[in-house]
């Protein structure tokens, strides 16, 4: 998909909101398949202890390809888990629903998105845990409607591996990972050769590369920058994409507010995304 020039304009989101922004920063919950690989937390910064974990989220965020053109709003309602009392967090499994209001050349869509359900384990660490190895597992199931764009339109499979470091006040964490459609395999379905749907888009068959990186500026504060890229494989008719994201991370006690944002700068994912996060740690 190219994006619409001279056409349609996508209302920007850059504005002096972007010193606001910040990266979706917890351990068990991503902004969605086109953002980076979120960072584990450090026990530490939460109240000492990770457990269970609610969050709620709303985005906005403006698209142009070449047959649509518009925005939409969405919010999650996520639930994690991970162990309590170590340093980092060894594993962790996540769940998460969203709502969406999409605007489509001038038509309104509202309706469920894709359900997403994941897990991730550390198998390796080295002392300090200055260095550690993990993999991940994820599932999305398809509970948005493809047809009005709010779901890819089959189950998809999304196995990965991450490397994470920790130096001082500096941490990263950099993944490897493929999406691939289940059941009908790359044949059938509104999306099953290109790339779908406009709320989230993925290609049927992918690679993606992303990384994280964090530096915590105080006790509460902690800046962030990312980057994700991922290109179609077996999908003839599928589309790279990549973005940028940065901003900060507030934490107060066993709260947490996060406002990240997000631009494409390869392919048309969207333009500008912008959201509001809202944790809390039991």
């Keep these: 998909m190219a994006r619409l020039r001279g056409t349609v304009k996508g209302r920007r989101l850059w504005a002096p909101l972007v010193w606001g922004c910040v990266l979706l920063a917890r351990p068990v919950l991503a902004v969605d398949h086109c953002a980076p690989e979120p960072l584990p937390e450090r026990a530490k910064v939460a109240s000492a202890e990770l457990g269970l974990r609610p969050l709620v989220a709303v985005e906005h965020a403006t698209y142009a390809t070449e ?12 639930l994690a888990y991970g162990p309590r009392g170590s340093h980092a967090v060894a594993w962790g499994v996540r769940a998460h629903v969203p709502v969406y209001q999409l605007v489509r050349n001038g038509q309104d869509e509202a309706g469920i998105g894709d359900v997403f359900v994941s897990g991730r384990i550390r198998i390796w660490s080295a002392p300090e845990e200055a260095l550690t190895l993990g993999v991940s597992l994820g599932l999305s199931v398809p509970t948005g409607d493809a047809e009005r764009d709010l779901g ?7 196995p990965g591996m991450w490397l994470g470091t ?3 006040q500096l941490r990263s964490e950099w993944a490897l990972g493929y999406g691939v459609v289940l059941g009908s395999g790359l044949a059938g379905g509104d999306h099953a050769h290109g790339t779908g749907p406009l709320v989230n888009p993925m ?28 290109v ?13 994201q940065a901003g900060l991370r507030l934490v107060l006690g066993r709260v947490d507010v996060t406002t990240p944002l ?21």
């Design 203 to 230: 290609n049927a068959s992918e690679l993606s590369l992303s990384g994280t990186i964090a530096w915590s500026v105080a006790q509460p504060l902690e800046l962030r920058a990312g980057a994700m890229a991922a």
């Design 262 to 282: 997000a631009r494409a700068v390869w392919g048309d994912p969207f333009e500008d995304k912008l959201e509001v996060a809202v944790g809390y740690s039991f």
């Design 152 to 158: 890819m339109g089959h189950f998809m499979l999304h």
């Design 232 to 244: 179609p494989v077996a999908a003839p008719e599928g589309e790279a994409r990549a973005i940028l």
């Design 166 to 168: 920790s130096h001082g």
């Design 67 to 78: 047959r649509y053109a518009g925005n939409y709003t969405g919010a999650r309602v996520a």
